[in-house]
């Protein structure tokens, strides 16, 4: 049997909230959203600064203008970002790259919000394989991404996977715990019984490397998704005391095909 494979892979000190979750949140609107993404790719950057509404219901970008924003790096650069749409503010000047620190700064009603973090250094994925792998009592057929740990402890990774266009909702994250040092080859299973991989199906895997705070982010939000605990936005600097909301900072390497 022969699968197509399309990888895909980034390397992220701290994750963007890309994926749609249900939540079992209380009723809380009127919060600040604030997202940021900066990666290795030439800009524009984009802030985004909104605010949230009932939690249920469909969601709809409520912009926030007027908004102070600007992000620095431990380099001495520093952009102030440009309101180009109500609530979305784009930088041009600053660049993404490996192991520098950055900061964000957003100053919305009157109330200022900071958070900073390091890019990691870039991890390769080495390469990806179709395993038979019991699913509970079903045996399925499910994606191996194959990379090595850096020695030392503290490394962990996010992984997305798209099957033929559409984007998994399931969580996949791994820290260094048991694998420092090691290679990794453990596979994307996800928890549907019934969920397998077909013959002919196109998988893009997107691999991103994350600090500590951001797995613990992904795990929070993953427990959450359960109902066993918050969601996490507000445990740490990283995540400006939002209700909601992240900072991204992302490497993102050449495509990579193989079957």
Same mark, same amino acid.
């Given at each position: 049997?022969?699968?197509?494979?399309?990888?895909?892979?980034?390397?992220?000190?701290?994750?963007?909230?890309?994926?749609?979750?249900?939540?079992?949140?209380?009723?809380?609107?009127?919060?600040?959203?604030?997202?940021?993404?900066?990666?290795?790719?030439?800009?524009?950057?984009?802030?985004?600064?909104?605010?949230?509404?009932?939690?249920?219901?469909?969601?709809?970008?409520?912009?926030?203008?007027?908004?102070?924003?600007?992000?620095?790096?431990?380099?001495?650069?520093?952009?102030?970002?440009?309101?180009?749409?109500?609530?979305?503010?784009?930088?041009?000047?600053?660049?993404?790259?490996?192991?520098?620190?950055?900061?964000?700064?957003?100053?919305?009603?009157?109330?200022?919000?900071?958070?900073?973090?390091?890019? *990691?250094?870039?991890?390769?994925?080495?390469?990806?394989?179709?395993?038979?792998?019991?699913?509970?009592?079903?045996?399925?057929?499910?994606?191996? *991404?194959?990379?090595?740990? *850096?020695?030392?402890?503290?490394?962990?990774?996010?992984?997305?996977?798209?099957?033929?266009?559409?984007?998994?909702?399931?969580?996949?994250?791994?820290?260094?715990?048991?694998?420092?040092?090691?290679?990794?080859?453990?596979?994307?299973?996800?928890?549907?019984?019934?969920?397998?991989?077909?013959?002919?199906?196109?998988?893009?895997?997107?691999?991103?490397?994350?600090?500590?705070?951001?797995?613990?982010?992904?795990?929070?939000?993953?427990?959450?998704?359960?109902?066993?605990?918050?969601?996490?936005?507000?445990?740490?600097?990283?995540?400006?005391?939002?209700?909601?909301?992240?900072?991204?900072?992302?490497?993102?390497?050449?495509?990579?095909?193989?079957?």
């Amino acid at each position: 049997m022969r699968y197509k494979i399309l990888v895909v892979f980034g390397f992220v000190f701290l994750a963007g909230c890309q994926k749609v979750i249900d939540l079992k949140l209380k009723k809380d609107s009127g919060k600040y959203v604030i997202e940021g993404n900066i990666t290795n790719l030439p800009g524009p950057y984009r802030v985004t600064v909104g605010k949230t509404g009932e939690v249920n219901a469909d969601w709809v970008f409520q912009g926030v203008s007027g908004a102070s924003v600007s992000v620095r790096d431990d380099a001495g650069n520093t952009e102030v970002l440009k309101e180009v749409e109500p609530g979305v503010y784009q930088g041009s000047v600053l660049q993404g790259v490996e192991g520098r620190t950055y900061s964000l700064s957003v100053v919305v009603g009157g109330t200022g919000y900071t958070a900073s973090s390091t890019m *990691p250094h870039r991890v390769n994925l080495d390469s990806l394989y179709i395993v038979d792998v019991y699913n509970f009592s079903k045996m399925v057929k499910a994606v191996v *991404p194959v990379f090595t740990d *850096p020695k030392g402890q503290g490394n962990s990774y996010l992984f997305n996977e798209t099957i033929n266009g559409v984007l998994d909702k399931n969580l996949f994250y791994q820290n260094d715990d048991y694998t420092d040092g090691k290679t990794s080859s453990f596979s994307l299973l996800r928890p549907d019984p019934d969920s397998t991989l077909h013959v002919n199906d196109k998988v893009d895997v997107e691999m991103q490397c994350i600090d500590k705070a951001m797995y613990k982010y992904w795990f929070s939000v993953d427990q959450s998704s359960l109902g066993e605990g918050d969601a996490g936005c507000q445990s740490g600097d990283q995540y400006f005391g939002w209700r909601a909301g992240v900072f991204q900072c992302a490497y993102f390497p050449d495509e990579i095909d193989s079957c």
